[in-house]
């Protein structure tokens, strides 16, 4: 799963405690979660307050900073919080954009982790 946000955006802080939860519960299978940190404004920039505010938060899973937006540009990416999950063979297979939708987003999760 990549995870696209940031630590301002409270939208991504809602779906946080959604995002550790799979972590905790899938994490040493095939499934992995890297959050991808892409500033909202300039203040989000610092890699210490990301650091400090992912430990504040409780994030255990990996996260990369996207400061200069490129990963952001290769998704077409708009909006914070967005949610892709990819498969084994590195087919994106399905979008969460926002908060919400929990419930699917981990049926789609353990449909993915099963799959040969």
């Not at 299978?29 to 404004?41: A, K």
């Not at 952001?72 to 954009?97: C, H, T």
Request: overall charge negative.
């Amino acid at each position: 799963m990549l995870e696209f946000w940031a630590f301002g955006c409270w939208n991504c802080r809602n779906t946080i405690s959604s995002m550790k939860q799979w972590h905790k519960k899938y994490g040493g299978t095939e499934f992995v979660i890297i959050g991808i940190h892409t500033p909202e404004f300039d203040n989000e920039k610092k890699l210490e307050k990301v650091i400090e505010q992912s430990k504040e938060l409780g994030i255990e899973y990996p996260i990369v900073t996207d400061n200069k937006y490129q990963t952001w540009d290769s998704f077409k990416q708009e909006y914070w919080p967005v949610l892709y999950l990819i498969d084994k063979r590195g087919i994106i297979r399905y979008v969460r954009i926002g908060e919400g939708n929990y419930e699917e987003t981990e049926r789609w999760i353990t449909t993915l982790v099963v799959e040969k």
